[in-house]
Every structure is written in C-alpha cells, then in structure tokens.
C-alpha cells in the first residue's frame, strides 16, 4: 500500500545537525513532489520545505532558509531533511507528505506518522 | 509575512452543522490558493479531507464539504458526528513554492 515512513529524528543539542530521511513505498516516488510538514509539542501544523518530484526546485518556510535543506533519491525512493544549526523552536514532530499532484496539485494527500526531533542541551 | 487565520475552537451538537474558515492576514482567499483542508486527531497522522477548495479525497464522506464564502475558504461539516471531533487545519499555496497552515481549529461534539 502506499506508505510513507520517517526515521532519524532524537535529541540533539543545539547548534547541531540532524538528517531525517522518509523512506517511500507503494507508488512512483519519481512522479511526486514532496514535502516536510513539522508540529511543535501542543501546536499546530506548519509546513517546512517542498521539492519538486525531479528536484529541480526547493522551496523553504522562513523559519528554517538558510538552516535545512530538502533531497530526495529516487533510486532509494527516500526523501531527507538535514537540518543544521539546530534550535529549541525546531523541536516538533517532523512529518513527510506526497504531493498530490495532477488534478489535485498543492495539496497533501498521503501523510508519514512522523518522528520526533527534540533540540535541548 | 503572510498569516492564515482559523478560529481557535467550534462546538457543535451531534448532528448539527458547523462551518470553518480560513481567511488571509491581508487579502481574500480565492480559488488560486488551492485550500485544502485536514483532519487530525491527537498523535496521528494529518488526513486529507478537501483539496482544491470543494473537491473530497477519496473515501471522505460527503457530510463534508469545502467552499469558498465572502474572502475566505470555508469547511463545513452536515450531520457532525461523535468521530468528528478534531483539529482541523486549512493549508494555502501562496505561489512562488510557498505553502502556510492556519493555525487549526478544534471541534468539540457534545
């Protein structure tokens, strides 16, 4: 079935770095574009950072340009996330999303369940 | 820098009707920035609920429904259901690669 599954979050103090990967299974990882979604503990959803399905163009939230960068390997079928320069107010659920593509661009239609980044000394 | 609003909190009665929206800091809310709107329960996944401002992704129930009302996005939700009760989250593309969440809206059915 179509799946999507993090790994790689933990603690880790701040001013460090950290890789999340996503890995992908059930569909042509290569046709999709694909996003980071992140939720501090008790907030809302805010979104992170999209790459188109080729790679050709990285979009990022103010909050982290500059600090996290998005990639993907189609031969894996894996999406990452590292994230330098790590800070207190980047520790939150980090979920990866498919974008739906199609008829039905700009929405997020498939969700991984996420991992926990937790930025503290 | 551009913020979506969505008001904090809804009840509704079991079978009752309840509207969400989903407006722009500046400006109207069109179909041009395809909202869509999720679901989420407490330690889940996001579910995918509309997209494109009226269109339901598959297997949702058609108790749910998008719109556009005066300069906002709108959710709404026919005949609520115990089950209903969640956060709910609009999302808008901004253009130029740029998505933003409001800030969710918590039902409560009771």
């Known amino acids: 079935q179509v799946q999507l599954v993090e790994s790689g979050g933990g603690v880790v103090q701040p001013g460090r770095s950290l890789r999340l990967s996503c890995a992908a299974s059930g569909f042509t990882f290569s046709a999709y574009g694909m996003h980071w979604v992140r939720q501090a503990p008790g907030k809302g959803l805010e979104w992170v950072a999209v790459?188109?399905?080729?790679?050709?163009?990285?979009y990022y939230a103010d909050s982290v340009k500059g600090r996290f960068t998005i990639s993907r390997d189609s031969s894996k079928n894996t999406l990452y996330l590292q994230m330098n320069s790590l800070r207190g107010e980047d520790t939150a659920v980090y979920h990866c999303?498919?974008?739906?593509?199609?008829?039905?661009?700009?929405?997020?239609?498939?969700w991984g369940q996420g991992t926990m980044v937790t930025v503290s000394s | 820098q551009t913020v979506v609003t969505q008001e904090p909190s809804f009840s509704v009665s079991p079978g009752g009707t309840v509207t969400f929206t989903c407006g722009l800091s500046?400006?109207?809310?069109?179909?041009?920035?395809?909202p869509s709107w999720y679901q989420q329960t407490p330690g889940q996944a996001p579910r995918t609920l509309i997209y494109?401002?009226?269109i339901r992704s598959s297997g949702v129930p058609d108790r749910f429904s998008g719109s556009i009302l005066g300069n906002k996005a709108a959710l709404t939700i026919t005949g609520a259901q115990a089950d209903d009760e969640s956060d709910y989250y609009c999302?808008?593309?901004?253009?130029?690669?740029?998505?933003?969440f409001g800030g969710g809206t918590k039902l409560s059915v009771l």
């Open positions: 500046s400006g109207s809310v069109s179909t041009s920035y395809y």
């Open positions: 790459i188109w399905y080729d790679g050709s163009n990285q």
């Open positions: 999302v808008l593309y901004l253009g130029s690669g740029m998505w933003v």
């Open positions: 494109r401002t009226n």
């Open positions: 999303a498919r974008d739906c593509g199609g008829d039905c661009s700009y929405a997020l239609d498939i």
